[in-house]
């Protein structure tokens, strides 16, 4: 079964300042890695995914991510935060398309980014 | 662009209703899904469809049941409400390839049951 953790509930950061927002997954072989944000009271939008290839992947508002195999994680970093970045962010994994079996996505409990002035 | 459109952003029931939760999408996505998001414990998969009246269990089905009539509509039931299914309800939809494709999500519906 895949899992995925996302060790901090809960991040403050200083507008201006570096972001990385952890996760770590559980599965088998190669899988599908999501970010996805969703600012309070709102649905969740794609920041950016892996599927293969380069494993530095760039997103959406200057956002990026990288799968490290041998950590098992997809770490998401941001060089310079903006305070329209507060949210809670979510990490997702899918099984790779060689798995006949599940099909949806496992997500994270979500990382609540919180961004002073 | 997707657009995942669920037919109520808030909904007070009481116990025992039987409560339906509505899902439109407008890309001719082959998946539905819906997901529960309660604090501390992310999305939940409650049921999934691949196709038009077809689906499958999520992890946490008890309580609720599905219907898709036509390919861009998604319902998920609760047969007899109780408190604690009061939760936000996220519907979304991918195409079905690749298999673990974006998924692209609605607004959610915040359910109080009381």
């Known amino acids: 079964a895949q899992s995925v953790t996302q060790p901090d509930i809960h991040i403050t950061v200083s507008e201006g300042a570096s972001l990385e927002l952890r996760c770590n997954y559980s599965?088998?072989?190669?899988?599908?890695l999501f970010w996805y944000v969703q600012s309070p009271g709102q649905g969740l939008q794609l920041l950016l995914k892996?599927?293969?290839?380069?494993?530095l992947v760039q997103g959406i508002k200057g956002f990026e991510a990288e799968f490290k195999r041998s950590q098992s994680s997809f770490n998401l970093r941001k060089p310079s935060v903006h305070w329209s970045d507060a949210a809670e962010y979510f990490c997702?994994?899918?099984?790779?398309?060689?798995?006949?079996?599940?099909?949806?996505?496992?997500f994270g409990s979500g990382t609540r980014l919180q961004v002073q002035p | 662009d997707v657009k995942v459109t669920q037919s109520s952003r808030y909904l007070v029931k009481r116990t025992g209703e039987k409560v339906f939760l509505e899902c439109v999408q407008d890309?001719?996505?082959?998946?539905m899904f819906w997901y529960r998001q309660d604090p501390g414990l992310g999305l939940r998969l409650i049921y999934f469809?691949?196709?038009?009246?077809?689906?499958e269990k999520g992890d946490i089905p008890e309580g609720y049941s599905v219907s898709r009539e036509k390919k861009e509509r998604f319902s998920l039931i609760l047969e007899s409400a109780s408190t604690n299914q009061t939760s936000m309800y996220l519907c979304?939809?991918?195409?079905?390839?690749?298999?673990?494709?974006?998924?692209?999500f609605g607004d959610g519906t915040r359910l109080s049951i009381l």
């Open positions: 979304a939809s991918s195409l079905r390839y690749p298999r673990q494709g974006t998924q692209h």
């Open positions: 599965y088998g072989a190669t899988p599908y």
């Open positions: 892996y599927f293969s290839g380069d494993t």
């Open positions: 997702a994994v899918g099984a790779s398309l060689m798995d006949t079996g599940r099909r949806a996505l496992t």
């Open positions: 890309m001719d996505h082959e998946n």
């Open positions: 469809s691949y196709d038009v009246k077809m689906k």
